[in-house]
């Protein structure tokens, strides 16, 4: 019973991504097809987003998988392809982000911040270090501070 309803679950999530692609969207060069498939792997659908245009059945990632059998036909490289798609719907589009120059920030964010963080934890044992370090009060100091908690003019 058990593996009867094991068996029952991995196919209804296997249905879904087996009717993701269309026999009319697909090439009927098997080359061609599997070069297909090797972009969308790099694209993520931006319904689903974490899945790829060609594990998705969303309307969008249909399109999407339409787009790059269009760029294909039209002779551009897988590069060139990628590079289309994501200069039209940004580089959220890419399940691989580059590292470009305006992402710097973002990759090096992490690392900034252990800096910083580890830069004001030593700054902060420093700082109690010299306190608790201060020289003890000298006798008039301790009369002064014994008047004025006495309030009396001592």
């Known amino acids: 019973m058990i593996r009867l309803a094991l068996a029952l679950a991995f196919s209804l999530l296997v249905i879904p991504a087996a009717h993701a692609l ?4 697909m090439f009927d060069d098997p ?26 059945n969303a309307g969008l ?3 999407l998988r339409v787009l790059v059998r269009e760029r294909m036909q039209a002779g551009d490289s897988d590069e060139e ?3 289309f798609i994501a200069d039209r719907y940004g580089d959220f589009v ?4 580059r590292v470009t120059a305006q992402t710097y920030v973002l990759w090096g964010a992490p690392a900034i911040f252990l800096v910083l963080g580890t ?13 608790a370090a201060a020289a003890p009060l000298s006798d008039e100091d301790r ?8 309030g009396g003019d001592a």
């Open 22 to 25: 269309d026999a009319a969207e």
């Open 61 to 63: 990632a249909r399109d």
């Open 119 to 131: 830069l004001a934890v030593f700054a902060y044992h420093q700082r109690r270090r010299k306190t």
């Open 143 to 150: 009369r002064e501070a014994q008047r004025l908690l006495h």
């Open 94 to 97: 890419l399940l691989k982000p």
């Open 31 to 56: 080359q061609l097809e599997a070069r297909a498939r090797d972009i969308g792997r790099e694209l993520r659908c931006l319904v689903c987003q974490n899945e790829s245009i060609f594990d998705s």
């Open 81 to 83: 392809v990628v590079a």
